[in-house]
């Protein structure tokens, strides 16, 4: 598989792509500002490249997403100009790391507390959320829950839209495994906005590391 992982430099993508070069054969394009200076360790790797670039550039995006199977994208930002440069290269699966509370769907005094800390989800990112709902693309957004790091801790569960968010924290390292488990089944989650929390934070009011 070839995969462009955009926002390259962030700490799930960086996850991504040590569990990618030791576990596949898979070819990365590591896409992100000054991505040959803070990614410059996978230089001389010959299953790499690397782009320096930003989200808001879509002639950059588009020439990035040629040849390319499918994207990872470590944050939601910019959707839109992704979406458009997908859809001008026709390239069609993407995975993005969003977040929680798009459709105001975390109730209960996690909810509150949730609230209390970040406010509601903003009217920009909502929008990019039903655009991507409605590109045609097969997308995979993933709404995850408060993030930490537990090395070995790759234990996740998920909600679909409509159903209540549930799960107060989950780990980096599990998002992982998820990102890497769709990678490995194409038809796992396409066109689904999934919550993603670590079993047993159901009934936390917060997470247990705040």
Do not use: C
């Amino acid at each position: 598989m070839k995969l462009l992982i955009l926002g390259a430099a962030g700490q799930i993508s960086r996850m991504l792509t040590e569990r990618l070069l030791n576990e596949s054969d898979d070819e990365l394009t590591l896409y992100a500002r000054d991505a040959k200076q803070r990614l410059g360790q996978y230089a001389d790797n010959d299953r790499v490249t690397l782009i320096d670039g930003d989200f808001s550039d879509q002639a950059l995006l588009e020439k990035a997403m040629t040849g390319q199977d499918a994207v990872f994208e470590g944050s939601d930002h910019e959707l839109g100009t992704i979406v458009a440069a997908m859809r001008a290269t026709g390239l069609k699966r993407i995975i993005v790391a969003g977040v929680l509370g798009v459709y105001n769907e975390v109730g209960g005094k996690f909810g509150d507390w949730n609230r209390a800390m970040i406010g509601d989800a903003s009217a920009q990112r909502k929008q990019w959320v039903s655009d991507l709902e409605n590109s045609g693309l097969d997308y995979t957004y993933m709404r995850m829950s408060w993030l930490y790091n537990q090395s070995g801790n790759t234990k996740y569960a998920l909600t679909q839209k409509g159903e209540p968010f549930v799960g107060a924290q989950v780990t980096r390292e599990a998002v992982v495994q998820y990102v890497i488990d769709l990678l490995n089944n194409p038809g796992r989650d396409v066109k689904a906005s999934v919550g993603v929390y670590e079993p047993g934070s159901e009934k936390l009011d917060k997470p247990s590391f705040y």
